[in-house]
């Protein structure tokens, strides 16, 4: 009788097919991760500061979007996908992610929830302000900007 396992006598094969298989799997995984990052970022001119840091990626966050709108003198405010042109809807919804995080907070060495506010160039500093109220009004003790560390091309 043949059979296609191992017996004592001999050095066992080396199967290549099952390590393909989980190859491609981590790669699926790692790919869809990066795509659902890079969808919360919008292409906007964010403003420079050269003693920047990079912000830690082990942490539950709300990206908030501010992009002024010199037609109509306005702010519109993008949160994961969806355009709010009133403050307190995108506030009910940060309470709510908020909330959210308490109950299932990131396993990383800070488990605070953070609002990272992305504003172009343009944007008057009081509307910022009145973001930061925002979150600081929904419970995020957190936030921060998002800028370049030098100018883009």
Known sequence: ?????????????FQIAP???????????F?????????KVEKMPLPVAPHALKRDMMRNEAIVNVRWDAKTDKATFVLNNVRY???????????QLKTA???????GPNPKYRVVIRADREVHAL???RVMDLAGQSGV?????????KEEP
């Open 101 to 107: 995080n308490d109950r299932a907070p990131s396993n």
């Open 19 to 29: 390590m393909i298989d989980v190859l491609l799997v981590l790669l699926v995984f």
């Open 85 to 95: 042109k009133e403050l307190k809807v995108l506030g009910e919804q940060l309470k």
């Open 141 to 149: 003790e957190d936030v921060t900007f998002a800028v370049y560390n």
């Open 127 to 129: 509307v910022i302000n």
């Open 1 to 13: 009788m043949g059979g296609g396992g191992g017996g004592g006598d001999g050095d066992p094969e």
């Open 31 to 39: 790919m869809s991760i990066t795509s659902a990052q890079v969808a």
